[in-house]
């Protein structure tokens, strides 16, 4: 649900502009990755550009490509999403009481931070014992990238939020290799590689801890512009969510552009048009269908892969499993026996 919610927003730049410059500081041409991920440079110079939120998240799989052999880049690039990079969000967070009340605004409004981690608030006998970040909903070859920069934006988030922060201890989903950065030293606190869940555990104490910049009034003056962005995105989603039923709702063959238009009652041209303005286009709401259901009959069905390639409208068994790979970055043979 967060993908979709996501993929229709508009949000600010700063995102794109702090992975750019991370680029440009390590040698890397940001222009080619912009590109790929159709994102104009004149968005990019403008201190008050937006982009959408496929934009963003296609732009973080280039940088993740771009530097797959420095992973330390990705912890350097999260500590530098300070709070106030999240616009209104950050300021919400901050005119919040106390930890557990700015903890709250972060869940409730996570769609408008730049990650594809689900992050939820752990309690045991009514304690705030953890901020917990979820990256179930990763594709295979971005999880790493948002893990570790995680390691450093997380840590952020919530320093920035009061000084000192009564965190004990992060413990990461990630493997215990060589990232090319002492993550420990770095952040101050114990780092635990390897865990069941991802989180940043903290003090006893610290979920009624007042925060400095506390003000109901403003508190609520920026939860409503937070609330007002999620109802402007899932009100441009109608037309996404509209074509995506529609898809879901096909056997086969799949309608093209054309024939989904007159189904939608508008011209192939207004269809385009209204996609691109979400910076999506049809082929992209169509293989998400389509990972959406190989998955589920890989995962649910005794169908061979041959039999499940077929059903998606792939002409050969290798093209799905070309297509597959792109997707989760696994073959679907290896999807089908990997560990549940």
């Not at 530098?80 to 605004?105: C, D, E, F, N, W």
Request: charged letters at 20%; proline letters at 5%.
């Amino acid at each position: 649900m967060k993908l979709e919610l996501i993929s229709s927003m508009r949000m600010p730049n700063q995102s794109v502009r702090l992975m750019a410059a991370m680029l440009d500081e390590h040698g890397i041409d940001p222009q080619p990755l912009l590109a790929a991920a159709n994102i104009p440079s004149n968005v990019v110079d403008d201190p008050q550009g937006e982009v959408s939120g496929l934009q963003e998240l296609h732009f973080q799989e280039e940088f993740a490509k771009a530097t797959a052999d420095q992973p330390a880049l990705w912890f350097r690039l999260g500590l530098r999403y300070r709070l106030m990079t999240y616009g209104p969000l950050g300021l919400a967070v901050l005119s919040a009481g106390t930890i557990h009340q700015g903890l709250k605004v972060l869940v409730a409004f996570q769609a408008l931070t730049y990650s594809l981690l689900q992050y939820r608030l752990h309690e045991e006998d009514g304690v705030l014992v953890a901020l917990e970040a979820d990256d179930a909903m990763i594709q295979t070859d971005l999880r790493d990238f948002c893990l570790v920069r995680a390691l450093g934006s997380a840590t952020m988030f919530l320093r920035d939020m009061r000084q000192p922060f009564p965190l004990l201890r992060i413990e990461t989903r990630l493997a215990n290799r060589n990232y090319g950065m002492d993550f420990a030293s770095a952040l101050g606190v114990p780092v635990v590689f390897g865990a069941t869940n991802s989180r940043w555990v903290f003090a006893p104490d610290a979920a009624d801890m007042v925060l400095p910049m506390a003000s109901p009034l403003l508190e609520q003056t920026y939860q409503q512009l937070c609330e007002r962005l999620i109802d402007e995105a899932q009100t441009s989603d109608d037309l996404v969510g509209s074509l995506f039923a529609l898809l879901v709702r096909v056997n086969r063959p799949y309608p093209n552009a054309k024939e989904a238009a007159a189904q939608l009652s508008m011209s192939e041209r207004t269809l385009n048009r209204r996609l691109a303005q979400q910076g999506l286009s049809f082929g992209d709401m169509l293989n998400q269908v389509r990972q959406q259901r190989a998955s589920y009959l890989l995962d649910r069905s005794n169908l061979s892969i041959e039999q499940i390639g077929e059903m998606l409208g792939f002409a050969e068994t290798a093209s799905f499993s070309r297509a597959f790979k792109r997707w989760l970055g696994m073959s679907p043979m290896n999807y089908r026996q990997r560990p549940r």
